[in-house]
């Protein structure tokens, strides 16, 4: 019994490749058109990636060099819009979007639109700077909340505002869960918890100061205290 099984396997197998070596044959052409199709995909991925993207994000960052430069010294105008001699952080942030370099250029084309007061165009460029980095990551995600709460703010009182409050609350939330540095994690739990009491969410503000309390290391500074009478107000409040 068990040797005609052993055939009947030996029997499928056969015929097995048999039908794939007539599916080869029949097919030979189509097969070929495929396979010369991939192997052409790769080659222009690499050519792209060797003569095209890495010598662009090479330029880029020969670019943003001088963009950072005079960004550091308060030239923001030709930072952003750059000069004869070199793009500004405009061109390179929408030349190289996604790319590290173009990251960068984004985060400070925030700050400048920012410090202008056209928090909406400054919230556009911080949600463009994805970086991985946690301490770049949490200080992108806190300045989409803040100008979510600027724009809310200049909203008159009403579901518009709380709206653009509340939507910001993640990424104070997001910013002060991904840093690992304490004063970092602390503003900006001081942050979502002001929203919070703002919004009269006040279990949600209890939590909040919950993670200020639990970043602190030292249980005598002001952030500490404050946080230990503000959960103390908030806890009260939920109750009622």
Partial sequence: MAKKNTDETILDVQEVYTKTELFIENNKKTLLGVLGIVVLAILAFFMYNNLVRVPAIANANEEIHMAEMYFMMDSLET???????????????????????????????????????????????????????????????????????????????????????????????????????????????????????KLQMFKEAVSMYNGILEASTNVNSVEYKDATKLRAFASAKSAQ
């Fill in 79 to 197: 930072s952003k819009n750059g000069a004869d001699t070199f793009d500004g952080l405009q061109s390179i942030a929408d030349d190289h979007a996604g790319s590290p370099v173009g990251m960068r250029a984004s985060y400070q084309l925030g700050i400048i639109n920012r410090d202008n007061g056209d928090f909406e165009a400054a919230l556009e460029n911080f949600k463009s700077a994805n970086f991985n980095s946690p301490l770049l990551g949490a200080m992108a995600n806190g300045n989409i909340g803040d100008c979510l709460v600027e724009i809310g703010a200049s909203y008159e009182e009403g579901a518009d505002a709380n709206s653009k409050f509340k939507e910001s609350l993640p990424y104070f939330k997001r910013a002060a869960q991904s840093s690992k540095d304490e004063v970092t994690t602390q503003l900006y739990y001081k942050k979502a918890a002001n929203v919070c009491l």
